[in-house]
């Protein structure tokens, strides 16, 4: 599709293409290395596009109850779940949608597990271990970092795993690399080594980015048979989130005001980087506009002829009030305003499920630009959507 006119901005777009294109790259790993791996809902669950992903015979790790009921309806299989803290009230609903759960703390376990084992169901219990190490830099997103509330420990076990427990699960990566594994199995076989031959599985967890352009597929398949080799009756499962959607779509956004102070030009969009990609805030990183050349930081001294001829130095600005709402700055082929589009690359994982309706502002609609070309609308929001929300 060459044009954006018959697409609602903004637009999450998910190329259908490009969605096929990683999810047989994941599969191929996971036939080659032998190990399972699952699509973990916190990055991405659009459960309108969970056909294709059965297709490859995949299914799915939840942390919440809604993630793990849409498990169970939408992807067809009970979840494999994890949750910092169940509670009386949404055990019963995790145990009705899940085939593995796995607790936080031993407290956790032992409070829970009595119910879980009377269920009826075999339902496969594990704990998350915290073996203090990851390589990952931003605090928010490091499981492991020092106090950490994620995981178990090793100073809190004793020389056996309690009853009932068949598994481990950690997670310490963030799209890290398969480096970054290896390093991690070295501290956790050093500090729960002892515990590898009393369980059934292991959950590696997720941030494997295996669909990234520089990562080493190779050396992960590697990797995991060289552990696989060490411990055979050992189940390896990894389930990562952002892997199976990187690079799999666009946010359309039209400018709607060109404003000017200091210098300083910003382009304020329909979009909002606060309400509909926080990450760009949060991580931080900067986005790659299609079209248009990264200019570094944003600053408030701007050079009058930064960029050279033919280049037009802007700064981006959401439609929120949130005074940090925008993100800077880009050079650009022409002067820009109203009504031009600007095209987000790799808006499709951890975008829809983190926006918000911040300031009122509508989610942007979603859709699948299929594979025959048609653009598919999975949904667009109205007044209706917020309203509801306050109910």
């Not at 073996?131 to 995981?151: F, H, I, K, Q, W």
């Not at 280049?311 to 305003?337: A, H, N, P, V």
Request: aromatic share 12%; hydrophobic share 35%.
């Amino acid at each position: 599709m060459n044009s954006y006119e018959n697409i609602p901005s903004p637009c999450y777009v998910m190329e259908e293409s490009l969605l096929r294109r990683n999810l047989s790259l994941i599969k191929s790993v996971r036939e080659r290395a032998g190990v399972e791996i699952i699509l973990a809902f916190k990055a991405f669950a659009l459960w309108k596009s969970f056909p294709v992903f059965r297709e490859y015979g995949f299914c799915s790790t939840a942390s919440s109850v809604n993630e793990a009921q849409l498990a169970f309806e939408e992807m067809g299989s009970p979840a494999h779940t994890y949750s910092p803290a169940y509670t009386a009230e949404n055990i019963p609903v995790f145990i009705k949608y899940s085939s593995h759960m796995t607790f936080n703390s031993l407290s956790q376990f032992h409070r829970f597990y009595p119910q879980v084992a009377a269920s009826g169901k075999h339902i496969s219990c594990g704990l998350r271990i915290n073996p203090e190490y990851s390589e990952v830099g931003t605090d928010l997103y490091n499981p492991c970092a020092p106090g950490s509330r994620m995981g178990i420990t090793e100073d809190l076990f004793g020389g056996r795993l309690p009853d009932g427990v068949e598994g481990l699960h950690f997670h310490t990566l963030c799209e890290s690399t398969s480096y970054d594994l290896e390093k991690t199995l070295e501290v956790v076989e050093k500090r729960f080594g002892r515990f590898l031959k009393q369980i059934k599985w292991l959950n590696m967890g997720g941030g494997h980015l295996m669909t990234r352009k520089d990562y080493d597929t190779e050396h992960l398949i590697s990797l995991l048979k060289s552990f696989k080799s060490k411990y055979p009756d050992l189940k390896i499962i990894l389930e990562p989130g952002s892997a199976f959607a990187w690079q799999t779509g666009y946010l359309l956004t039209t400018v709607v005001d060109v404003v000017e102070n200091k210098g300083i030009k910003t382009a304020i969009i329909d979009a909002s980087f606060s309400c509909h990609m926080p990450d760009c805030l949060e991580m931080p990183y900067k986005p790659v506009i299609r079209g248009a050349e990264d200019a570094g930081p944003a600053s408030m001294i701007v050079e009058k002829d930064a960029g050279g001829a033919g280049k037009y130095r802007y700064r981006i600005g959401g439609c929120s009030c949130l005074s940090g709402d925008f993100m800077g700055d880009w050079f650009f082929g022409k002067t820009l305003e109203a009504g031009d589009k600007i095209i987000f690359e790799d808006m499709i994982h951890y975008t829809t499920v983190k926006t918000t309706m911040f300031n009122g502002i509508p989610h942007p609609s979603i859709a699948l630009l299929r594979e025959d070309g048609i653009l598919e609308l999975y949904r667009t929001f109205t007044y209706e959507d917020y309203k509801n929300r306050m109910d």
